[in-house]
Structures are given as structure tokens and as C-alpha cells.
């Protein structure tokens, strides 16, 4: 039984972490609108920023409950939460190390592109839009390496298409 324990510990830690990469491409997508807010009117502006605080409060209620109860799991039982070795703690950290990467060449490009298009806008709009960009690299890396890996594992058991 101490088996099936421990499986549903690495279970909770799991659903955690696909959790957290859903609250930060929600986070992403909050700092994307406060960057449209420096391109279109001020009306316009208003409504993303109150859209943006919605999105805010939709994260803190996606992922604190998870959070509480991953908290819970580890005072419960901290030598199966010391380690964890789960899948999704792997695709975790390969989505951050791609994240890097691609927000690297994201600077790159957007050096290039700011000289010449976008010169007139404040740095607040440059910070907000390497955040939202490089969050929403990593959460749809999670995403999209959590896909792969569970569509090779099925074909692997034999439980494919």
C-alpha cells in the first residue's frame, strides 16, 4: 500500500506542476494585454487592463488550491516529496532550458525590430513584452513536450490511435 501512496504523491506533484504551466501561460497572456495596451486607445486600454486583472485573479485561483494541497502532501509525507522524479518535473525543466534558448533569440530579433518600428515606445512596453513572450514559451514547451512524450508512450504500450 505504501507503493500506491507514493504513486499519488508523484500524482499530486504532477497535477501541481501542470497547474503552475497553465497559471503561467494565463500570466503570459495578462502581460501580452498590458503590451496591447500601449498600441491601441485609451478606452480600449482601460478594458484590457480590467481583462488583465481578471486574468490575474483566474491564475490565483487555478493554482493556489493546488498549491495548498501539494503543502499539505508534503508535511504528510516530506521523504516522497524530496525528490521528486516524475515525468512531468522532466518536461518542466526541458521547457525552462527551451524557454532560455528561444528568449534569447527572441532579444536578438526584437534589438533589430525596435531600432527602426517600434523606437517610440516606453521601456515598460519592451520589459512587459519579453515577460509575456517568454512565459508563454515555456508554458506551451511544457505543454507541447508533455503532449510528445505521452503520445510516444502510447505507442510504445501499444495503446496508440
Do not use: W
Request: proline share 2%.
Amino acid at each position: 500500500m505504501a507503493i500506491n501512496n507514493q504513486l499519488s504523491v508523484v500524482e499530486q506533484i504532477d497535477k501541481m506542476h501542470q497547474r503552475i504551466a497553465l497559471g503561467v501561460f494565463l500570466v503570459s497572456v495578462a502581460y501580452a494585454l498590458s503590451v496591447i495596451r500601449f498600441l491601441v486607445n485609451e478606452k480600449t486600454g482601460g478594458m484590457l487592463d480590467t481583462a488583465s486583472q481578471v486574468v490575474g485573479v483566474f491564475v490565483i485561483i487555478l493554482v493556489l488550491p493546488a498549491f495548498v494541497k501539494f503543502l499539505r502532501i508534503r508535511r504528510g509525507n516530506r521523504a516522497a516529496c524530496a525528490e521528486p522524479e516524475g515525468f512531468v518535473i522532466e518536461m518542466f525543466n526541458r521547457a525552462t532550458g527551451r524557454a532560455f534558448q528561444f528568449t534569447f533569440l527572441f532579444l536578438i530579433v526584437l534589438e533589430l525590430v525596435s531600432k527602426n518600428l517600434l523606437s517610440h515606445l516606453p521601456g515598460e512596453f519592451f520589459v512587459k513584452l519579453i515577460i509575456s513572450v517568454t512565459l508563454a514559451i515555456f508554458s506551451l514547451t511544457f505543454f507541447f513536450l508533455n503532449r510528445v512524450d505521452d503520445n510516444e508512450d502510447h505507442f510504445v504500450t501499444g495503446g496508440g490511435l
